[in-house]
């Protein structure tokens, strides 16, 4: 019996590898660990979302919470590598690009057990994105590597990594949505928010580019305002962003602009929300794959994207870093889903194929090169 070890610890990690985890959830010969760090910790960030996708309950649990991205890195690659010493793990799986990502690669590769990426080989070269640093410095440690489209396998082998070691297998997050595409349109969300579908702009903003500086929040919201007298605003809004537009009267100028402020849904209800917009503005990056699948325009408030895929074969737009061009986003009829190879609903299942192949190569035994 051969043990995978899956570490995830914010939200997108968690949509990420719910296929993985269910594909090979029959295989006799694989025991699947899951190991919370707690990087999102509210319960509509991760309870919520992992009823919503039938997630396993989490094995361990190890309560990292928020702080500086240095106290929560270090945090959790201290806490990581506990629990890696006491799990024995003969390969551990990561996914997506977040603080969780690269603490959990960097302990399994301190103790060389070897690990597998989900979503590698995505870049934007915007070295002032947090993500941009986890993404490149945790595909450096990884054996296997997971592409979900034509660049991200490009850009590995730009950086010399060795074509054995890249998989493509396709997007693991649009294998949730089609999962869960069904049900969340039966939930008509859009009912409790008393919007018509099709008619109103969806918002999600938390990008720190985009919420940590008072004026850049500022300019935002008086552009949503100004959005909010043609159309109707429907902004589900991270904890992130709440904690700066309250400390800034964001919040209230919003409300007075007629804004449908939620606090975070979870995965069935925003999905739900997704399906019946007219438009969404975002700056999170699985938002652009999820609203290209489905057809939706999509307008992403940042100068660049790591998923240029869903500009050039998808529904996605990039403003750049003007937010007053918010307020000329107008709803438009769906469009046919992208056609993105690959991005079919079954990547989960060829990841799950290349890890099982993987640990049934690996000798037996411990692999781990410190002493418990
Ligand atoms: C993180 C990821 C980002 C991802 C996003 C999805 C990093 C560097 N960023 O950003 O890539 O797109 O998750 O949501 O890993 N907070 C709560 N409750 C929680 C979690 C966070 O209130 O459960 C608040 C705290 O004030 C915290 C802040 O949100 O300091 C930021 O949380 P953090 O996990 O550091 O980053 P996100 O902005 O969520």
Redesign the pocket.
Known sequence: MKTILYVVG???NFVKAAPVIQALAGDQDIRQVIVHTG????PA??DEVLHDLGFPLPDRFLGVG??T?AE?TGKTLIAVERALIDDRPDLVVVSG????TLAAALAAAKLCIPIAHIESGLRSRDWSM??EI?RVLTDRLCEILFTHSPEARDNLTLEGIEATRIHHVGNTMIDSLRRFEGPARMAEAWRSVGVEPGTFVLVTL?RPSNVDDDERLAAIVSALAELARSVPVVFPI???TA?RLEASGGDERLAGAGIQCLGPLGYLDFLSLELAAGAVLTD??GIQEETSALGIACYTLRANTERPVTLTSGTNRLLGDDPTSIAAIRPSPAGPPARIPLWDGHAGERAATVLAAAVSELGTGARLSVPT
């Open positions: 914010a939200r997108p990087q999102h910790y509210d960030l991760s928020s702080g991205h929560q690009d977040v603080n969780a947090p993500e986890n938390h991270h904890p992130r904690a999170s990056g």
